[in-house]
């Protein structure tokens, strides 16, 4: 007999999520070249708080950054279980503003415009960091809101914070920034990776916003590596039932970053 | 109307993938007047909480019959859930012992519904949900204890267990239902926006009181298995208790399609035939309402007791009627 239970009288509750924000650095320093064949202008620019050699030709850190999150993107939709639960919002932090690039929404509602805005990011301008997490706490609280009126099972939120330089807005919500991220990372109520994308990178800064896990370091230029742990990492917390802790494999990430 | 109960669980997608057994458990007992249905849902980080949820329902449920009338007679709330509790590790820590374990590798939920005399207790910790029907329709009692994120929950060995215990007791009234789900189940059965029942739930309560649970548990958990664990990568169980009522009709008063559907009669001759067929079993499970043997049955149906038999073996099959020690009985009464 399978009449015992009809779809029909059943229930469809959303799949439990995971909310992700990446918030990440487009200032001007994330032009520099970082791999491929140059050529040198001779031409010298002030940007960004130093002095800049002009080139032709080569792959730039952000370039790599956006084929990362490309990846990280495509990886999710991979996944069965990933592509319905993790939620993903980006805002970035270059000329004088904070920008929300894309909000938080279903990854395949969000298929059409991520290609174009992720693709179309430049580097450019100021690194007002505290401003940018800030607004990304704002963005993560309110989905976090909505979930909650709208009976959504989450999952403890993640804070990617990427940056190749040292904060240069305003001091004070740099400050706000950091306090209220450890407020959350605490009480483990957000999970926080500050990355620091080469060697210039202000490692003790990000520290301050990761009162539980030292800032990463990037190896040369591994975002596509990076990336792809980071979705295995969500798709591992998206199957994760009461009472799982879920281990993050830190190890994986040791082989190519520097902790 | 008789209480009756069945339960069941099955292993979830995600379990099945990894090969670790179903952590989901549940148990019914019936005994000195007081029926029990208890479930535990092991928790995932905790490798040995299989047997863990094991030893919880089999030792609440045995508990609960025994102590019921001193469970609801006692008016505060908080001795209770420490009584629970402490018979609870104590069973656990006799397991852990046999298993060469740590009480936490043995953490559950636990969810608890009993009647006995009119009244009614209700015990829950943690995730999952505790429902009921009463006449104007299906409710929730208790709703699950999740914290903020969607893997945290409390179980019987967290620290601060007896504080998060939710206790329920009172007269029955026209409650002629209970079912506990675990929270793989939550997701097919419960709204969690609205925090309601899923329709299919008083389906399922009305065949617990007409159908032999001995019957009725491998179709429970087929549709499990089938239905309920697609939605999710969770373990799935429910356990259920109820009697007929309004909201829950015997038998007698189904129309005649569904009791065809109960007897398993199939559509396959003239339907002034298969009328027939159904108003012979109608006969058989009125009689039936009085526990017989098949000598006083066959007695009373003016047949042989080879055709009885016949006739008494097709609606065992169905599960209509069961047979204790030498009698047979109508399930639905």
């Excluded at chain 1, 230029?221 to 980071?230: A, I, R, V």
Aim: a positive charge.
């Amino acid at each position: 007999m399978n009449d015992l239970l009809r779809k029909e009288d059943l229930e469809i509750n959303p799949t439990p999520r995971v909310p992700i924000c990446l918030c990440l650095d487009v200032s001007s320093s994330m032009g520099r070249i970082v791999g491929g064949d140059v050529r040198d202008t001779g031409r010298r620019e002030f940007r960004d708080g130093q002095w800049w050699n002009i080139v032709e030709g080569g792959v730039t850190a952000i370039q790599e950054m956006i084929g990362g999150v490309q990846l990280f993107y495509d990886n999710l939709l991979d996944d069965d279980v990933a592509r319905y639960s993790a939620e993903v919002c980006v805002v970035t932090f270059g000329g004088t503003a904070p920008k929300l690039i894309i909000d938080f929404a279903n990854l395949d509602r969000q298929e059409g415009e991520r290609q174009q805005k992720i693709s179309g990011l430049t580097a450019n301008g100021g690194t007002p960091m505290g401003e940018a997490v800030n607004m990304a706490l704002d963005c993560l609280e309110a989905r976090k809101k909505d979930y909650k009126d709208k009976g959504v099972d989450y999952y403890q939120p993640w804070l990617v914070l990427m940056t190749d330089g040292e904060p240069n807005g305003s001091a004070s919500e740099l400050q706000r920034a950091i306090d209220r991220t450890n407020d959350l990372a605490k009480v483990r109520k957000l999970t926080v990776f500050p990355i620091g994308i080469g060697d210039e990178a202000d490692m003790n800064c990000l520290a301050k916003f990761s009162p539980r896990r030292p800032p990463l370091r990037l190896k040369g230029m591994n975002f596509k590596e990076f990336f792809e742990w980071l979705s295995r990492s969500v798709s591992r917390t998206s199957q994760s039932m009461p009472g799982d802790t879920v281990k993050l494999d830190l190890d994986g990430i040791k082989k190519w970053g520097e902790l | 109307m008789e209480w009756k109960s069945v339960c069941g669980a099955v292993q979830g997608r995600g379990h099945a993938k990894k090969d670790i057994p179903c952590q989901d458990k549940t148990a019914r007992r019936a005994e000195n007047g007081v029926h029990v249905i208890a479930l535990a849902d092991g928790a995932g980080s905790a490798s040995m909480s299989h047997f863990g949820a094991q030893v919880v329902v089999n030792r609440m449920t045995a508990f609960v019959a025994d102590r019921f009338f001193d469970l609801i007679a006692q008016a505060d709330g908080r001795l209770v859930a420490q009584e629970i509790l402490s018979v609870t590790l104590q069973a656990l820590n006799d397991e852990a012992e046999l298993r060469e374990c740590t009480l936490k590798d043995l953490a559950s939920t636990l969810l608890i519904a009993a009647v006995g005399d009119g009244n009614f207790f209700l015990a829950h910790l943690g995730d999952g949900v505790i429902g009921y029907l009463n006449e104007t329709g299906l409710k929730v009692a208790t709703t699950p204890d999740n914290g903020e994120f969607s893997n945290e929950t409390v179980f019987v060995t967290s620290a601060n267990a007896t504080a998060h215990m939710r206790l329920y007791k009172g007269a029955l009234k026209n409650i002629s239902g209970f079912i506990l789900m675990s929270d793989g189940s939550e997701q097919s059965l419960y709204n969690k926006r609205n925090k309601t029942l899923a329709p299919a739930v008083k389906r399922l309560m009305h065949r617990a009181t007409l159908i032999d649970a001995a019957v009725l548990k491998p179709q429970l958990e087929r549709a499990l298995s089938t239905v309920v664990a697609e939605n999710t990568h969770d373990d799935c169980s429910v356990a259920i208790l109820a009697r007929n009522s309004e909201q829950l009709p015997p038998l007698e008063a189904l129309p005649l399609s569904e009791r065809q559907s109960l007897f398993q009669i199939a559509n396959d001759s003239a339907p002034r035939k298969i009328r027939q067929k159904i108003l012979r079993c109608d006969k058989i499970c009125a009689l039936l309402k009085q526990p017989l043997t098949l000598r006083q049955l066959a007695r009373r149906l003016y047949l042989s007791t080879f055709h009885t038999r016949k006739r008494l073996r097709r609606l065992l099959k169905a599960g209509v009627i069961r047979k204790v020690d030498s009698r047979y009985e109508t399930v639905s009464r």
